[in-house]
């Protein structure tokens, strides 16, 4: 766009140039014939008595003209000093003869046949152009001749000469300014084009960059622009779009993720109903009575996972962001698995010595260190060890649940955040729903926060590593 507008800017440029360069000899020219048209018909006028009563030689003109021819002028002109180009007046009778030159070399000489005594002399408007030399274009002079007059009766003619190079400083003067002038106009349009090409550029690539993280799934509001609001307009558009295609697509996800994962317990209680109805020994309906139980527990907490899950994942922002404790989010966490570590014997510990606010939703984090201890304790042995600490570093914060224990083995590293993914808990031997961790990144992305596993000092340590401790209490 902004080759196709530097184009157009130099090819006007250069029309406006070249029409008003070629204008500046003509117009000047034309100005200087003015002032020779005004000046001969003057003289004409001062004349006019003696070449009626032929005593034009024996007046004061003949000397006052050759004084004129011979005049050197002193004078600047708009900076410029004037030059003492030729300049000429000669004095015609009604037949063309010269009578007086200011040169005084012509006198007596037939001049009937220059254009500007031969059309003056019939009433005409006389003027000519001719080279002093052939081979030279700036040696021409411009006559200009006015008629003299008894009454209606035109009896002779003046004709005031005067050197077109006299005005040629001036017509280079004026082309060199015009030049230099539409240069510097030409540059600077050039610089506003591609300043507003550059800002359009950027608003196109801020648009890009927001439209590539949507498709990475990333949860990023759409930019702002304060100059191209049609690119706003055009941003919140995509928003919109965005939204009702994740929508779509979130829902289709959710239901085949859903059906996917509620053919095992389902299928599960269908088996043990039709065990059932074929009335098995008491102990063996205990069995099958306890095993439909099971797996309707297991429905049920499917369900509110999924359904807690799908209400994070479709937020863009937090909704109601205020500063809260963290140690408060913290402490509420650890209450509620008091009683299961009492009853397992595993040693629950917190390092919650000062107090960290942050900005975000405090109901969401307080459930997402929930989600991080109990996947702690489930896999924990009896007599475990389990730790709750908030650090500080750099200005972030690090949430981190350490558990003393086995470690989890390298296939599974990568793939603790993704949906449904589980590990058989050592206690049970049996898989969870595999939403808890996914539940936890969301919650951590939501805050601008990461969230890390990894194998650690003879254990296991989960980290959400906030990037923005807005305030400290101690």
């Given amino acids: 766009m902004f080759l196709l507008y530097a184009v157009f800017v130099g090819f006007c440029a250069y029309l406006v140039l070249r029409t008003l360069t070629a204008e500046i000899k003509p117009g000047v020219r034309q100005t200087m014939e003015e002032t020779l048209v005004d000046m001969s018909n003057f003289i004409a006028l001062v004349v006019a008595d003696d070449v009626r009563h032929g005593t034009l030689q024996q007046s004061r003109y003949p000397q006052l003209f050759r004084r004129f021819g011979e005049h050197e002028s002193q004078a600047s002109i708009w900076g410029m000093e004037k030059l003492n180009a030729a300049k000429r007046i000669y004095i015609t009778d009604a037949n063309g003869i010269?009578?007086?030159?200011?040169?005084?070399?012509?006198?007596?000489?037939?001049?009937?046949?220059?254009?500007?005594?031969?059309?003056?002399?019939?009433?005409?408007?006389g003027a000519r152009s001719t080279k002093l030399d052939d081979n030279d274009e700036s040696s021409t002079v411009m006559y200009i001749a006015a008629p003299i007059k008894d009454g209606d009766e035109i009896i002779g003619s003046v004709?005031?000469?005067?050197?077109?190079?006299?005005?040629?400083?001036?017509?280079?003067?004026?082309?060199?300014?015009?030049?230099?002038?539409?240069?510097?106009?030409?540059?600077?349009?050039?610089?506003?084009?591609?300043?507003?090409?550059?800002?359009?550029?950027?608003?196109?690539?801020?648009?890009?960059?927001?439209?590539?993280?949507?498709?990475?799934?990333?949860?990023?509001?759409?930019?702002?622009?304060?100059?191209?609001?049609?690119?706003?307009?055009?941003?919140?558009?995509?928003?919109?779009?965005?939204h009702q295609l994740e929508g779509k697509n979130y829902a289709e996800r959710y239901v085949q993720s859903l059906t996917h994962e509620l053919k095992s317990p389902i299928?599960?209680?269908?088996?043990?109903?039709?065990?059932?109805?074929?009335?098995?020994?008491?102990?063996?309906?205990?069995?099958?009575?306890?095993?439909?139980?099971?797996?309707?527990?297991?429905?049920?907490?499917?369900?509110?996972?999924?359904?807690?899950?799908?209400?994070?994942?479709?937020?863009?922002?937090?909704?109601?962001?205020?500063?809260?404790?963290?140690n408060d989010a913290c402490k509420q966490a650890l209450r509620v698995f008091e009683g299961e570590c009492i009853k397992r014997n595993i040693a629950l510990t917190a390092e919650l010595a000062t107090s960290y606010q942050i900005r975000g939703d405090e109901l969401l984090m307080?459930?997402?260190?929930?989600?991080?201890?109990?996947?702690?304790?489930?896999?924990?042995?009896?007599?475990?060890?389990i730790s709750l600490s908030c650090e500080a570093m750099d200005n972030k914060l690090a949430v981190k649940v350490f558990n003393r224990g086995a470690a989890i083995p390298e296939f599974a590293l990568d793939k603790l955040n993704q949906r449904f993914f589980s590990l058989p808990r050592p206690s049970t031997g049996k898989k969870s729903t595999g939403?808890?961790?996914?539940?936890?990144?969301?919650?951590?992305?939501?805050?601008?926060?990461?969230?890390?596993?990894?194998?650690?000092?003879?254990?296991?340590?989960?980290?959400?590593?906030l990037s923005k401790l807005h305030t400290k209490n101690t």
Avoid: C
Wanted: no cysteine; aromatic share 8%.
């Fill in 435 to 465: 939403l808890g961790l996914n539940f936890v990144n969301e919650v951590a992305q939501l805050h601008g926060a990461t969230l890390d596993i990894a194998n650690f000092n003879d254990g296991v340590l989960a980290t959400i590593l």
């Fill in 159 to 242: 004709t005031v000469a005067k050197a077109n190079s006299a005005m040629q400083p001036f017509i280079e003067r004026a082309k060199s300014r015009l030049i230099m002038w539409g240069i510097a106009l030409g540059l600077l349009a050039l610089l506003i084009g591609a300043l507003i090409s550059w800002r359009i550029t950027k608003a196109l690539d801020r648009l890009t960059d927001y439209a590539e993280r949507a498709i990475d799934g990333d949860k990023v509001a759409p930019p702002q622009f304060r100059v191209f609001y049609e690119y706003g307009d055009l941003a919140q558009v995509i928003d919109r779009m965005r």
């Fill in 267 to 326: 299928a599960a209680i269908r088996g043990a109903s039709e065990i059932l109805q074929t009335k098995p020994k008491p102990d063996s309906q205990q069995r099958f009575l306890a095993n439909i139980e099971h797996e309707t527990t297991r429905l049920h907490l499917l369900i509110e996972r999924m359904l807690n899950l799908s209400a994070v994942e479709k937020q863009q922002v937090i909704e109601n962001s205020q500063l809260f404790s963290m």
């Fill in 366 to 385: 307080q459930q997402a260190i929930i989600n991080l201890l109990q996947n702690a304790i489930e896999f924990s042995e009896e007599g475990g060890e």
């Fill in 98 to 125: 010269v009578i007086l030159d200011s040169d005084g070399t012509d006198v007596g000489k037939d001049y009937s046949r220059w254009n500007d005594v031969y059309l003056t002399l019939r009433g005409q408007y």
